[in-house]
């Protein structure tokens, strides 16, 4: 044991790593966008609220909905003859596109030409943990690649002493679907997502114990690697190759993730921008670190805020949650474009589905969890700035033009990165899987630029 410590005390096993870090399959054509950054609005936002104005709505609030809008109507929780809901915030049209918007998205409306708006959204769950797990992974069962997985897998990522698929949880609470939103599936574990925190150390027992130096503990990690490439050349087994790029990543990110996630030499400008404060866990510090790990080379960084579920108290609890979203969000695709990074940085904001119409509860404040409508925004990354695609019927129950399943947009955001989603798969017990399942899926032509 000795003998293999003291050979190679600084060795190469990094270059093993980084390479397997690095390299992707390849795509299939020039890709748009080079790196991902998901604002995954966990618990589902009310498209109601924020994007889709329904005058119609308004008028008849407190009324019952036709009953041909809600014929084979299915619901999570209420009957779907509940009453209709007016919206309860007014909206106004921003920018050179004349895009509508709550105002509740003050910082959102000034950088609405740089925005795409998707109002035609739908998804075949009406549950928090399956809409979630669909929209990460293209299926409703557990098991699949997710979305930032499939992109590590392709394009393999930049960054040599960090993760190349970064995931953070801002909300309430982390996101229903759980590890599954960011899991590799059957794809080589090395592609699945690593959580870091936005606080403190950025992963637990990431600090050495007292008196253990590197350079004691580079000479154990080279040993323990020899080790395991003397087994990974006896078996074959990829998952060896995984664990010890694990153990590697480790060693690195002790030195380059505490630099990374410290946000002190932020200028105060910046910090201004996004409404941050160093040291204070928030969604706005997050989305900092999101560009920040773009500039290093992460590939994918997602950002899961479970705070959206507003089964009640949708008029307080939408304020809180766009007082702490709305002003980061923006903030990232001004600062993106400014630093010259939106062009190759494609940015997605949206949750798992949308509310009903009608209202939840005997309060007179709530909503249903919806899969017939919803709204989601891009920017970047070869998207069509300051347009908005598709439409809901008066009552925003459902879509009646554009349409657009959470497959169709998997398959653009596929094709924005290089990939034909009909052709990028994995072999997996004699069938080739893919994101976008077997049902047939679009590239939504009207988003691209």
Known sequence: MQGLMSRHASAAVPKMSHAMNSKGIGVHFPPRAKNVIFLFMAGAPSHLELFDHKPMLEKHHGELPPADLIKDYRAAFIQPNARLLG???????????????????????????????????????????????????????????????????????????????????????????????????????????????????PVLYLSNPPGVGRDVQRQSLNAIQELNEIHLQAVGDAEVATRMHAYEMAFQMQASAPEAMDLTDEPEHILRLYGAKPGVPSFANTCILARRLIERGVRFVE????????????????????????????ALVKDLKQRGLLDETLVIWGGEFGRTPMVEGGSSDGRDHHPNAFTMWLAGGGIKPGITLGETDDFGFGVVSQRVHVHDLHATIQHLLGFDPLRFSFKLQGLEQRLIGVEPARVIQELLA
């Open 87 to 201: 919206p309860k915030f007014k909206f106004q049209r921003y920018g050179r596109c004349g895009a509508e918007l709550s105002t509740l998205l003050p910082y959102l409306s000034g950088v609405v030409d740089e925005i795409a708006i998707v109002k035609s959204m739908v998804t075949d769950a009406f549950n928090h943990a399956p809409a979630q797990i669909l929209m990460s992974t293209g299926s409703q069962q557990f098991g699949k690649p997710s979305l930032g997985s499939w992109t590590l897998y392709g394009l393999g990522s930049e960054a040599e002493d960090l993760p190349g698929f970064v995931v953070f949880s801002t909300g309430k609470k982390g996101p229903s679907g759980g590890n599954s939103n960011w899991g590799s599936g059957f794809l080589p574990t090395i592609h699945q997502g690593v959580t870091l925190r936005s606080s403190g150390d």
């Open 303 to 330: 950002i899961f805020h479970e705070a959206w579920d507003q089964h009640g108290n949708l008029y307080k609890d939408l304020q809180v949650n766009c007082a702490d979203t709305d002003q980061p969000s923006a």
